[in-house]
Every structure is written in structure tokens, then in C-alpha cells.
Antibody, heavy 119, light 110 residues
């Protein structure tokens, strides 16, 4: 079965670091880009950035550049999203998603990781 | 403020048709394919339409997409209670080199 499985809910304090994961299975991990998408409480979808696991080519939205780091480990078939210093405004649901038809059509989504940051 | 503009709410009775508009610019919708997603509350988004009007396997033909100039439209016919969800359009912005989404439209079945 083709799937993306994300790590579990996180509850953190402002200033702490965090790394969440997205493990791919059922397809060639290095053949597809993987994106991260933020959804703040009650709000819409925001594209954060994308990585090509084959060579770790990474692109960021200007809104998230410098705020997060996207990485991937081919041996683990896993993509990561990390913060070095969380803020309360990072509280959101984070989804990983795979573009299947083009680089902007996401046909496969993880179940989401809820990150709650208290001040 | 989302890059793509959608109406916040649409509603119709069961069996009726709704359309959801998505307005963009020459650098996003005007240059690129549009996709549409359905998000039932508490779940991840699901791809309904890609390349403006193509349906992934398993998506019923009650869902349709179209694009003209810098706008796109999602149509849902034969509305069902299970169609109650938030719907998002998305596309690439060639100037910013990012993917952008609309703010979402909540569909209510009366």
C-alpha cells in the first residue's frame, strides 16, 4: 500500500526545538518530491517547502525560509521538518504530501502531525 | 490573505449542483494547471481534480473542474451529505516559484 505515515502529536514550549517525520512506503521514495503543508487552527493550507529525496534538492516558500528546515533520509525513506526554536505561532497541523502528477498536484497525503506550542 | 480567492461558503440542497470559483493572477492560474482538494474536518486533504479537469482514479464524475484565463471552477453535481467539507484550489505561482492555495470554501448540504 502506498502511504505516508507521520509522527505523533507534539506539545512543546516556546524556544524548544522539534523535528517531525513523514515515512513513505509502497513506492520509490527517491522518485518523487515530498512537500510540507501547514494548516493553522481554523485556517487554510499553506505550502512551506519541498524536497527531492534523490539528491536532497530543497525549495522553501519565502514565508518559511529560515524558519524551518526540511530534510530527508533515503535509508529511512523518511522526510523531516524541523524547528530550532519554536514560537506559539507555530501551533498548527502539519501535513506531508507527495506530488504525483505534477509538482503541484498532491495525490498522497500523510495523516498530519499536530504541533502545539505554549508560551 | 491567500494568493487565490475562493468564496468562504456555498450551500445547496441534496441532489443539487454547486460551483466553487477560484480566482488568481497571470503568474499562477494564468500560467499553470489547477488542482482541487476536499478536506473533511479532522482529516487530511484529498485530491479531487488535477490538471484543471482530470480526476484521479476513484473520484466520481460528479466532481468536475474547469479553467478559463486566471480563474478556475469546481463543480459538484448530485450533492450528497457526504460532500460536506472544505474545498481548496491550488496551483503553482511561476513568479514566486511556490505552490499557492485558495483560502478554502465550506460546502454545506441544506
Amino acid at each position: 500500500e502506498v502511504r505516508l505515515v507521520q509522527s505523533g502529536t507534539e506539545v512543546k514550549k516556546s524556544g524548544e526545538s522539534l523535528k517531525i517525520s513523514c515515512q513513505a512506503s509502497g513506492y520509490s521514495f527517491t522518485a518523487y518530491w515530498i512537500a510540507w503543508v501547514r494548516q493553522m487552527p481554523g485556517k487554510g493550507l499553506e505550502w512551506m517547502g519541498i524536497i527531492y529525496p534523490y539528491d536532497s534538492d530543497t525549495r522553501y516558500s519565502p514565508s518559511f525560509q529560515g524558519q524551518v528546515t526540511i530534510s530527508a533520509d533515503k535509508s529511512m525513506t523518511t522526510a523531516f521538518l524541523q524547528w530550532s526554536s519554536l514560537k506559539a505561532s507555530d501551533t498548527a497541523m502539519y501535513y506531508c504530501a507527495r506530488p504525483g502528477y505534477s509538482d503541484s498536484d498532491f495525490d498522497l497525503w500523510g495523516q498530519g502531525t499536530l504541533v502545539t506550542v505554549s508560551s | 490573505q491567500s494568493a487565490l480567492t475562493q468564496p468562504p461558503f456555498v450551500s445547496a440542497a441534496p441532489g443539487q449542483k454547486v460551483t466553487i470559483s477560484c480566482s488568481g493572477t497571470s503568474s499562477n492560474i494564468g500560467k499553470n494547471y489547477v488542482s482541487w482538494y476536499q478536506q473533511v474536518p479532522g482529516t487530511a486533504p484529498k485530491l479531487l481534480i488535477y490538471d484543471n479537469n482530470r480526476r484521479p482514479s476513484g473520484i466520481p464524475d460528479r466532481f468536475s473542474g474547469s479553467k478559463s484565463g486566471t480563474s478556475a471552477t469546481l463543480g459538484i453535481t448530485g450533492l450528497q451529505t457526504g460532500d460536506e467539507a472544505d474545498y481548496y484550489c491550488g496551483t503553482r505561482d511561476s513568479s514566486l516559484n511556490i505552490v499557492v492555495f485558495g483560502g478554502g470554501t465550506k460546502v454545506t448540504v441544506l
